[in-house]
């Protein structure tokens, strides 16, 4: 190690000048980079609900739902203003590409039919093709609403004061935001005095989750400022602010340039990347900081050197004295986060090797660019070691050197108390993920999708896909009759507001065709009688009217299900209900699976919380592995991983007694919280190794001066990191930021000191050979 710092400082202005062209290089490729939800990416394509998605997607087209609400402030729908607009804007749409203009439905929209009864059964007419002219044609209008029982609580509302447009989005290249740009710059156009526009559905929340994600580009230079700000605190010098900084900065670059590069978007997950970065490498600089200031000041005081031969000496000390373990620290979290590649959900996986990359990027920095920078800087004036020392530090460390000495006891029994306080809190924790949640409920989207599952069936979908093995299969009435079944038993649940499936036309066919006589609402049980109704109405309506609903063959059928929440709990429930009764309900050689965008949130916080807790065990396992090998000794790894463990359940105790769901976001911070904290533990054994070796200290000075120096250091760490996504409590109105900073910093808090007073208490109880050395054998 001596040889190669050395070999660094000899060539230490080649070695800035090559990190910072590779660091102008890099962030050129940062101007690539754009905030994109790519839900194909955020989910696990294997999970049967994403697959039911993907197939009903195939069959129907069904994607991303958007629905606009028009009701008059005066009246109901049936008036000019109301209609006119209703048909200006399901024109536009049908032009709007992006657009699934086969499943667009509005009371203006081609496929929006009424089934009226003839002299020849019936006939299938559009419901609107003109805006009505005359009291004698709205009262036609109205009465094709009425007779249209399926499109009740769809397009029209139950009082007739809200009538709805539903389009469907294919994806977008410029994401959610692109979709929702495109749908507002219709509706501007639709402002009126008599009128109100309401917008519903994922989507606007989607597009919103893009939008507050861009927050990042403001909250990152006030979580620098912050960050810097705790540093020269601790430090009391300019160089102590800067230092860290410059060399955490370099490595966010590094990371986000080849992010950059390889051309792979930000989205809600890895946004957080930069922060994350930054933190971790500002630790590990804080920490070789901290020494150079220790070893300056013993080369000081132990040798005539001038200022600038100590200072290059301090470096080549604190180098050889940290770069092992900031060697091994580094390996322990990056490869921790590597090991989230094998993640079935595609951006996880991204989160965890990008963030990977900006961690070893920190390390490649911290062993190259900043010794070298350090030594081309002038050495510490003589006021600067009264200033490094200090304060509240000092304090903190004394009382936890005297809690360790004397009331070992007393920190067993604390961490006894935070244990089942966890436990506690942790079995109050409710799973369960919202979309809708992550925002405060006075955003203008929160109170228009509100409006419109008051008024409406709901603005969430959920799709019942319904497969033959044969063609024609859905046209026999044992299937029809076992849809209608799922169809009334799923009604009956509070947060379903409406379904709807061929059934519903079917049943009208079977209506009109015996002269509207209500008793004939219904399915007829002739196989052939079906046939004849869709042939019938195949001679008046248009071929796509039901792709919504039926594939061409008639093997594969689908059931809309209109939900008034987006609440996974609730969904996932629903669909466990709907799986135990299909049997029941569907004869031999039907299958059944349900999908869409709801059933898609609820697989993926099925797999972020099944997955939470196998990542966190591999991540320890990692983390367990790694530093038995660099301590050479299993108890090594084991005093390394139980703080992160604890800092774990303390995470899930914290949202279990402070009510926070278990959702997707705060499922990730846990890997985020062990990411952080899994180096504290390794800089404070190998310091305390290292003092007990010195000859003549004694073991209570040992551990004294570990807690000085390297528990000090972990002080600044986790201070700083508080203090970095402490910023991201003032991203008012998106509560994911607002988890984020209070998970991670009580994290941080836990996580420092169990490991600066559990982990010395233990060492001190069981005394394990690889810490004491010869000292065992005294």
Known sequence: MRAYINCILSWRKLTVALALSVTVALLFQITHLKIIIDTSALLPQAHPYVVATNKVEALFGSKYVVVIGISPRQGDIFQPQVLQATQRITAALMQTPGVIKGNLVSLAARKAKSIIGTEDGFAARQIMPRVPQSAAEFEELRRAVQISPAYQDFIVSRDNKTTAIFAEFADDPEGFNGIINKVTSILDKEKSSDIEIALGGIVPFLSLLEIFSLRWAFFFPLAILVVGLIHFEAFRTIQGLLLP?????LAVAWGLGVMGWLRVPLDVFNVTTPILILAIAAGHAVQLLKRYYEEYYRVCGSAALLPAAASRLAVVQSVVGVGAVMIAAGAVAALGFLSLAIFEVRAISTFGIFTGVGVISALILEMTFTPALRSLLPAPGPQAIRQTEARV??????????WIEKQRAGIYLGIAALVLISLLGASRVVIDNSIKSFFAQDIEFQESDRRLNEKL????????????????AIKAPAVLHAIEAIQRFVEQRAEVGKTISLVDFVKRMNQAAHGDDPAYFKVPDDRSLVAQYLLLYSMSGEPGDFDSFVDNDYRAASITVFLKTDSSAVVQELIASVNAHAAQFFPPGVRVAVG????????????????????VLQFSIVVLVISAIVLRSWLGGVLVVIPLLLTFLANF?????SGMLFNIPNALSATMVVGIGADYAIYLIFRLREELARPGVSEAEAFREALRTAGKACLFVAAAVIGGYGVLYFSFGFYVHTWLATLIGASMLVSVFVTLTLVPALILTFRPKFVFGARCDR
Do not use: C, F, H
Request: aromatic share 6%; glycine share 12%; no cysteine.
């Open 457 to 472: 069936g709901g603005t969430n979908t959920l799709y019942v896909l319904v497969e033959g093995d044969q063609p024609d």
């Open 393 to 402: 530090w000092s304090l903190i460390t004394e009382t936890i050197a005297n």
């Open 596 to 615: 869409g965008s709801v059933a898609e949130t609820a697989a993926l916080n099925d797999a972020m919380v099944r997955g939470k807790v196998l990542n």
């Open 653 to 657: 105790g914290l949202m279990g007694w």
């Open 245 to 249: 900084l410059v060399t955490a900065l």
